[in-house]
């Protein structure tokens, strides 16, 4: 239980519209996109600017209690889940766009600032800024750098390490620290590096400097139509081959292509096996003889069909179908579990038989949609959180879909990070010393293991909260 005089202290920091702390309203914080497990932390903090951030860590510091940071909690891994960590911190007032340096093409952006907002701070200048998951409409600054994420047009692009060029961290101390710079290239370590991708267990993340791209001059978007998920897959394999990159390379099966079309009218071939949305981007002289080259390329791998996107209304609603279908999901049941797996790109073929394989033995339904160029599965597992039976089936299936993945030559996750959900599976790709190494490195920033505490790394602590009754799975 946390001391009135603490929170007292907290309220005078970030004001006392800033600390949330009735039952009810802590609810909405109980869990984030991972739904299997919740448990509401004992107080909210919402701190406005970055040197609120750090008095609030000072504070927590000088208590000695942990806490864990959230963003808008889209996270599919668990990360915001609080596992003896009473406090949150979450980043959602604090949506400042400090600076746009266009001739630079770059931007300082508070951790707040929700994803796509960079993009429209930027657009009238030509720019964009790359990393897009599918959730952008959403999704914080700070939360895509804790977990590197991606996004369908991260095949070209890269993901989110690959556009941050420096940013500020508020250290478990509540000292805020300034890490790389205005440069892509700096002597030294690469810290930023280390802190991208680090689940908030190095501190918080307060302030960032972000890459800025050129908006491309055309699109050309594609949707190619199978009759099987193993044909899209040799077009995939033939597309890359061919020594073409795509801007995006996506693929949805049946399952999933009949719930967007129930859910967005777009005229989907619902009896198709599998569709592939391949988009080509550059300038425009460029992307009429590539998308040429894709179809024949499809052909060969008996494509029944491929339309093009005549102009920016198609294209948004191909657009719409993939980056909206988990919106879909609800329609094939209650709940959903989003596994989130990589495999090398030519093993696609054999994770998904794999998947279907799983799915027929835990009697589950699983539909997929997923970044297939880049080789990145995201299986989503169906169920109904009142059939602790089934909820116990779909947990065993998400468990042999990842140690697939590791067989094939793959990882745990590609994009949605370890967060609690995945823990167990670390010894699949790590050793022991690998472990160690990594609890130290952390321990750099953070020597009390107070940010977002028992996260990533399986110990022994960890065994004992899953079962305390602050954890729940609900189920
Ligand atoms: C419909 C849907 C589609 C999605 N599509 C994609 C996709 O295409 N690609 C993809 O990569 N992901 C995708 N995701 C997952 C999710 O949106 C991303 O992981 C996103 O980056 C999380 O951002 P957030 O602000 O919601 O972070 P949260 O969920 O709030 O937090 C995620 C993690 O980051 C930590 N964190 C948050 N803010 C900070 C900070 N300021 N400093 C330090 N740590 C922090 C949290 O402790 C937690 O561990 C999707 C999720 C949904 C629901």
Partial sequence: MLARALVTRLRGVVGADGVV??????????CDGYTLERAAPELVVLPRTPSEVG????????????????????????????????????????????????????????????????TNAVRAHGLCYAPDPSSQPACTIGGNIAENSGGPHTLKYGVTTNHVLGLELALPSGELVALGGLVEERPGYDLVGLVVGAEGTFGIVTRATLRLVRAPEAYRTLLAVFESVDAASEAVSGIIAAGIVPAALEMMDRLIIRAVEAAYHVGLPTDAGAVLLVELDGPAVGVDPQGERVAAVCRASGVREVRVARDAGERAALWKCRK?????????????????????????????????????????????????????????????????????????????????????????????????????????????????????????FDPEG??????????????????????????
Avoid at 21 to 30: H, K, T
Avoid at 81 to 109: F, G, H, K, W, Y
Wanted: charged share 20%.
């Fill in 55 to 118: 008095a609030v860590l000072a504070l927590l510091a000088a208590g000695g209690i942990p806490f864990v940071p959230r963003g808008a909690g889209t996270g599919l891994s668990g990360g915001t889940l609080p596992v003896a960590a009473p406090v949150m911190v979450c980043t959602s007032r604090m949506q400042a766009i400090e600076a746009i340096d266009v001739a630079n093409r770059r931007i300082v952006v508070q951790a707040g600032v929700v994803n796509q907002w960079v």
């Fill in 324 to 444: 909206r279908a988990f919106g879909a999901v609800g329609r094939l049941a209650p709940n959903y579990c989003t596994q989130d797996g990589v495999v090398p790109r030519t093993r696609v073929p054999d994770i998904l038989r794999r998947i279907t394989a799983a799915a027929e033995r835990h009697r589950i339904r699983i539909a997929n949609v997923f970044h297939a160029g880049d080789g990145n599965i995201h299986p989503i597992l169906l169920y109904d959180e009142r059939d602790r039976d089934e909820t116990a089936r779909v947990l065993a299936a998400g468990r042999e879909i990842l140690e697939a993945c590791v067989a094939l030559g793959g990882s745990l996750t590609g994009e949605h990070g370890i967060g609690v959900e995945k823990i167990a599976q670390m010894p699949l790709l790590f050793g022991p010393d690998d472990l160690v190494a990594m609890t130290r490195l952390r321990g750099v």
């Fill in 21 to 30: 702390d009735g039952p009810e309203a802590l609810r909405v914080y109980e």
């Fill in 450 to 475: 107070r940010a977002n505490p028992h996260k990533i790394f399986p110990d022994a602590k960890m065994c004992v909260e899953t079962r305390t009754p602050r954890r729940q799975a609900a189920m």
